[in-house]
């Protein structure tokens, strides 16, 4: 049970393997990239489940692995948090032509890849992605970035890994809410371009939830595949990526009403967007209504809120919505992009939506 997906970057192309009990794998797998000492960063939690069975298989390797642990959350992705992780690195003595590993959640492949795009002007990286967030969203398509205190990911740059090692067995001590929150991104790769998929999210997406691994294995995978396949033909965002974005100018906007706070995670935000961006297209009458309930029901059956009635604590104002989505960095010339839908499996970008009918939308 396992698949590899190749990310078609040209000279920068490079695979992602997919499978339960991948890990046992990592050291065959990335020895021909290491080269003396080799960093792994982690953050505090994953070190404590996971970081010595890959030290393990490292080392059976002779790969001269070295843990670095920072602390877990938001707080690492940050200036701070790079001069620690970049200090660390240093001392370890990473050779220019070396490699560093990022074993953790998004939080820790965003600035692992990002201290590594820029030590020494660039030293490869390996992903270990360990929420199922990361596994089908951001371990993918080379996008790194700390936050800045204007706001979040806004320093960055990209820089592809050399490799993906993505094992769902990993998933299995994910508190349930990551997990979830995780599998909104998985949705949103049916909601923007498969239908077919989504079906088989319907029949198959709650087993995977519930720890069946071929199942997980295989939303994973179609999920990279997806997301390899748009990042291929547009690797910076100039086109056709932007659909990857589906549900996250709203989601940005909620996470922002709620103080990126423990009220509403990222997932979960972009699965109440991702339902508005239906409601949107329903009421501009560009998608028919019973699409956008399917969708719903499909947030539903497996526990993911829809509606911003669903976030706990006080309703965000729709003034306070509206000013958080102005602030949003996919704001282009004074106009805001949105994802609509046709359809299931037919997302667009547009930047021609009348502001009143987004007020209507999440007024209601
Ligand atoms: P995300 O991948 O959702 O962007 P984080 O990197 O912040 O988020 O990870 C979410 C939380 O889950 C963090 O507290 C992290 O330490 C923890 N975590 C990551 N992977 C695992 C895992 N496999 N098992 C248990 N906890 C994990
Ligand atoms: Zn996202």
Redesign the pocket.
């Known amino acids: 049970m396992s698949e590899t997906i190749t990310v078609g970057l040209g000279e920068r192309a490079y695979d992602i393997h997919v499978g339960a009990g991948a890990l046992a794998r990592a050291g065959d797998l990335l020895k021909p990239l290491a080269r003396g000492v080799v960093p792994v960063v982690t ?4 070190a404590g ?2 970081l010595q069975p890959l030290l393990d298989v490292l080392d059976q390797a002779s790969i001269a692995a070295r843990p670095v642990v920072m602390a ?3 707080v690492s992705k940050s200036f701070a948090g790079l001069e620690k992780l970049s200090g660390a690195l240093l001392d370890l003595g990473v050779d220019r032509k070396g490699l560093v590993i990022a074993l ?6 965003d600035l692992t890849g990002f201290a590594a795009g820029v030590l020494k002007r660039g030293v490869a990286f390996a992903q270990i ?3 199922l ?2 596994q089908v969203d ?1 371990s993918v398509g080379g996008k790194t970035a700390i936050n800045a205190s204007q706001g979040k990911n806004l320093i960055g740059l990209f820089h592809q890994p050399r490799i993906v090692i993505a094992d769902t067995a ?2 299995s ?3 349930r809410r ?1 997990l979830l ?2 599998y909104a991104e998985v949705a949103k790769y049916g909601a923007l371009g498969d239908a077919k998929f989504f079906e088989w999210l319907e029949a198959s997406g709650a087993k995977a939830l519930g720890g069946d691994s071929a199942a997980m294995v295989k939303a994973v995978a179609h999920s990279c595949r997806m997301k390899a396949d748009i990042v291929a033909r547009d690797e910076r965002e100039t086109g056709e990526r932007a659909l990857l974005n589906l549900g996250h100018t709203f989601g940005h906007a909620l996470e922002a009403a709620t103080g990126f706070s423990d009220r509403l ?3 979960e935000g972009v699965a109440i967007g991702m339902a508005l961006a239906f409601r949107l297209s329903v009421k501009l009458g560009l998608c028919p209504s019973q699409d956008a309930e399917r969708f719903n029901r499909h947030l539903k059956a497996v526990g993911l809120p829809f509606a911003i009635a669903d976030i706990p604590g006080n309703r965000p104002a729709v003034d306070e919505l509206v000013a958080a989505m102005a602030h949003d960095k996919k704001v282009s010339d004074g106009k805001l992009t949105f994802i609509l839908l046709k359809g299931l499996g037919q997302a667009f970008v547009t930047c021609d939506v009348p502001l009143e009918a987004v007020k209507e939308v999440l007024a209601a």
Request: glycine letters at 22%.
């Open positions: 953050d505090a939690n994953v489940i996971h877990p959350g938001e953790g959640g998004g939080v820790i492949g992605p360990t929420t967030l990361a951001s990993l998933l001590t994910l508190p990551e929150a995780g995670i990222h997932g």
